[in-house]
Nanobody, 123 residues
């Protein structure tokens, strides 16, 4: 069973950095591709980044490419999202998700979700 818990969100100013973490308390973390998504008020959930099981491949939304970095530690059962040069438009609840099949930008493909962590970027 996969149980995901995000942390690391907060209130920051534009240009600042944050690192989000997502820990899986189960024992099968390395079997899952992992993704980060975000949802702003009144908007649909959108893809941010994804990483394959081994960490060998990563994928990013165009809006965060060059600013955000996804990584994982399969020993610590943790996936990270390093966010640099934050912008007010990055304000959202950030969710991590696990997908047994593929690393995909489609949220409907993911099997398990965390509860989310709020990121607020002030201008």
């Amino acid at each position: 069973q996969v149980q995901l818990v995000e942390s690391g969100g907060g209130l920051v100013q534009a240009g600042d950095s944050l690192r989000l973490s997502c820990v899986d308390s189960g024992r099968t973390f390395s079997r899952y591709n992992m993704g980060w998504f975000r949802q702003a008020p009144g908007k649909e959930r959108e893809f941010v980044a994804a990483i394959t099981r081994s960490g060998g491949s990563t994928y990013y939304a165009d809006s965060v490419k060059g600013r955000f970095t996804i990584s994982r530690d399969n020993v610590k059962n943790t996936v990270y999202l390093q966010m640099n040069s934050l912008k007010p438009e990055d304000t959202a609840v950030y969710y991590c998700a696990a997908d047994r099949s593929i690393a995909t930008p489609n949220p409907n493909e993911y099997d398990y979700w965390g509860q989310g962590t709020q990121v607020t970027v002030s201008s």
